[in-house]
């Protein structure tokens, strides 16, 4: 069985899709932590409830917070690290030891609407005011880089002539969610 390390900085709703995914047997990974460099974070609400080890990592808590990621994922013994909405760039040594082993959600049809800055809503805002009729999720391998490395997995959903950027992101989300479970069910084939 997998088991995943997860990093989430705000709501976990993402996280949650695998809590369920898991509990009604659509997934057989083990969560084995969750991350999160907000103290009062959903994600760790979350975790907590459904059993999940739970950990507070951040420039207040700890002197070099890359090392303290990397030590709670090995001795968590994780085979994957997931990115889901975590709102800081991973440092050099969990990206090395994690090479090729790291995942990230992203709520846009990559390589569009990508990189530093594109996150949450600010995604769909871009994507309905550059007049675009096709948006989605991906799923990519994390690199060196914001929103870059390779593509595991991309769905697409039409833009909407009444979409908002709010009625657009809950779309967008729960197509997320589903590829995220799809995916990770994948990762332990």
Not at 59 to 64: G, I
Not at 114 to 137: D, L, M, N, P
Not at 174 to 185: F, H, R
Request: with cysteine; aromatic share 4%.
């Amino acid at each position: 069985m997998v088991k995943l390390a997860i990093l989430a900085s705000h709501e976990g709703t993402t996280l949650q899709a695998l809590i369920d995914a898991r509990a009604d047997g659509r997934l057989n990974a083990e969560l084995v932590t969750v991350i999160s460099n907000n103290s009062g974070s959903g994600a760790l609400r979350r975790a907590a409830a459904a059993g999940i080890a739970t950990h507070h990592i951040s420039s207040k808590t700890h002197a070099d917070e890359d090392l303290a990621v990397l030590a709670i994922c090995e001795q968590a013994e994780a085979d994957w690290v997931l990115l889901l909405g975590y709102m800081k760039k991973l440092g050099e040594q969990t990206l090395a030891a994690y090479k090729g082993r790291i995942i990230n959600t992203h709520p846009a049809l990559l390589p569009k609407f990508g990189g530093k800055g594109y996150f949450g809503r600010r995604v769909h805002e871009a994507v309905i005011a550059a007049g675009e009729t096709e948006s989605g999720a991906t799923i990519h391998v994390v690199d060196y880089d914001y929103d870059t490395g390779p593509i595991l997995a991309q769905i697409s959903l039409q833009v909407l002539p009444e979409d908002t950027p709010s009625t657009l992101e809950a779309r967008v989300k729960a197509a997320e969610q589903a590829l995220l479970v799809k995916t990770v069910a994948n990762l332990e084939a």
